[in-house]
């Protein structure tokens, strides 16, 4: 081995212990709690100092006391599982179940929160039944709660009763815990699929929340806005069979709706509006499915929604309102 390959084989190794040894840290301290938590962390400890004194004492052994301690701990990340059964935050106590017969959905565990703070609402989670024949719009919601380029997507079908159903992919939080993008890199949270009404979910947002919410008409055909209807219906009951994990990048409320539209175009492109999801209108649009006329900055204009819509029009339902200028 030449003088220079050396410090290179060293500095890789280090490299690795160092990644390795922050990852299974950060992996244990939000996936385990209390004594558990402190027993994970020192036998980690223990594994970091084993590696290195194999190292020391020859080079190969230590290399094969980095892949024994890396296998022990993907291991025991390999056992953590999503589950059904914890003790949810109120407002994802409960996801959206579906029933088809025929041609109508009926949807259980729709969320129709009265709220009364942005943390706090009435809780009312009731059951309603649709008729596809009846579906008449699609509409993309983005809303923005801090940088222009990060937005929560939510999807809203409407029909001709003029009902509106809104399907939203959240993180299934317990109820002691909070959003964290790291805690979604770890599987700390479960994947849910919340379907609300209008009402409910954008009330909350543009009221309560004061968040930037902007709803964007998509071009589908009838064909188009039916299939994509039943892929959250074989969401829901997919996700009701065997959960999933949230995942920051892989699996959050963007990239599962990407996957789901998929159904309606097998090659659609992957760009970075995907994790800029404040982008989503310029990817809709570039597709020719963005609705609406004028130019996209136009667009953007009209489609931001108004706060306290129905206090301004209370003749009006909440959907009806939001679109009342």
Same mark, same amino acid.
């Given at each position: 081995m030449s003088r220079f390959t050396r410090p290179v084989l060293h500095a890789l190794f280090a490299l690795i212990v160092l990644t390795g040894t922050a990852w299974?840290?950060?992996?244990i301290w939000l996936n385990l709690e209390g004594p558990v938590r402190l027993i994970g962390l020192g036998l980690l400890c223990l594994a970091v100092i084993a590696v290195g004194a194999a190292r020391f004492y020859k080079r190969r052994l230590g290399w094969g006391a980095l892949i024994l301690a890396a296998s022990a701990v993907l291991g025991w990340y390999q056992t953590i599982e999503?589950?059904? =059964?914890?003790?949810?935050?109120? =407002?994802? %106590? #409960? &996801? %959206?179940?579906?029933d088809m017969t025929d041609d109508k959905v009926t949807l259980s565990n729709l969320r129709d929160f009265d709220w009364q703070t942005p943390i706090s609402a009435k809780e009312r989670w009731i059951t309603e039944t649709y008729d596809l024949d009846q579906l008449d719009s699609v509409e993309m919601l983005t809303s923005v709660w801090d940088s222009p380029d990060i937005a #929560? !997507? !939510?999807? *809203?079908? &409407?029909?001709?009763? &003029? @009902?509106h159903v809104v399907f939203s992919v959240e993180i299934r939080r317990e109820a002691h815990e909070s959003? *964290? @993008?790291i805690g979604g890199f770890f599987r700390q949270f @479960? !994947?849910? !699929? /919340? %379907? %609300?009404? @209008?009402? =409910? /979910? /954008?009330?909350?947002r543009t009221d309560l929340r004061r968040e930037d919410v902007r709803m964007f008409p998509v071009d589908l055909t009838p064909e188009q806005r039916r299939t994509m209807f039943l892929s959250y219906v074989d969401l829901a009951q997919s996700l009701e069979q065997e959960p999933q994990f949230y995942n920051t990048i892989s699996a959050n409320c963007t990239t599962v709706v990407y996957g789901l539209a998929l159904s309606l175009k097998s090659d659609l492109p992957i760009r970075k509006s995907l994790i800029l999801s404040g982008r989503l209108p310029e990817y809709l649009d570039s597709l020719g499915v963005l609705g609406g006329e004028g130019s996209l900055e136009d667009r953007h204009a009209r489609a931001l929604l108004p706060t306290d819509a129905q206090s301004k029009h209370p003749d009006m339902t909440f959907s009806e309102a939001i679109w009342a200028r």
């Open positions: 299974s840290a950060m992996a999503p589950r059904q =059964d914890r003790n949810w935050a109120y =407002d994802v %106590a #409960h &996801g %959206a179940r579906a #929560h !997507l !939510l999807v *809203s079908f &409407g029909f001709t009763t &003029g @009902e959003f *964290s @993008e @479960e !994947l849910v !699929l /919340i %379907a %609300a009404t @209008e009402r =409910d /979910i /954008i009330r909350v």
